[in-house]
């Protein structure tokens, strides 16, 4: 399984921005998507994850009324809409697929993305 993000860029505070991350090759068997990122200096924090199919759908205490994480089953493609940016969301946002449900958990997930640089300017 190959994990491809995008959209990640440069904005600034208060502003919005949508991350995809997209799913390739044997993927029957994902169950659940999921973005972590890690800013400089600092471990990597789970942002949100969503089941595939059914109805588990868990946001971080940090992004929680902010952030929006969507599904394609179909297309095996999730989405992350960032709104109300703030600075301390800047870092790397990496995308990862789990045969199971693994929440924030990152050990859980078996398939990691590149990550994608998203910069909150002030």
């Known amino acids: 399984v190959q994990l491809q993000a995008s959209g990640g860029g440069l904005v600034q505070a208060g502003g919005s921005l949508r991350l995809l991350c997209a799913a390739s090759?044997?993927?029957?068997?994902?169950?659940?998507m999921g973005w972590f990122r890690q800013a400089p200096g600092k471990e990597r924090e789970f942002v949100a994850a969503?089941?595939?199919?059914?109805?588990?759908?868990l946001y971080g205490d940090s992004v929680t009324g902010r952030f929006v994480i969507s599904r394609d089953n179909a297309k095996k493609t999730v989405y992350l809409q960032m709104n109300s940016l703030k600075p301390e969301d800047t870092g790397v946002y990496f995308c990862?697929?789990?045969?199971?449900?693994?929440?924030?958990?990152?050990?859980?997930?078996?398939?990691w993305g590149q990550g994608t640089l998203v910069t909150v300017s002030s």
């Open positions: 990862a697929a789990g045969t199971r449900w693994s929440g924030s958990y990152s050990r859980g997930y078996d398939y």
């Open positions: 969503t089941s595939l199919s059914d109805s588990p759908i």
């Open positions: 090759g044997r993927t029957e068997d994902i169950y659940a």
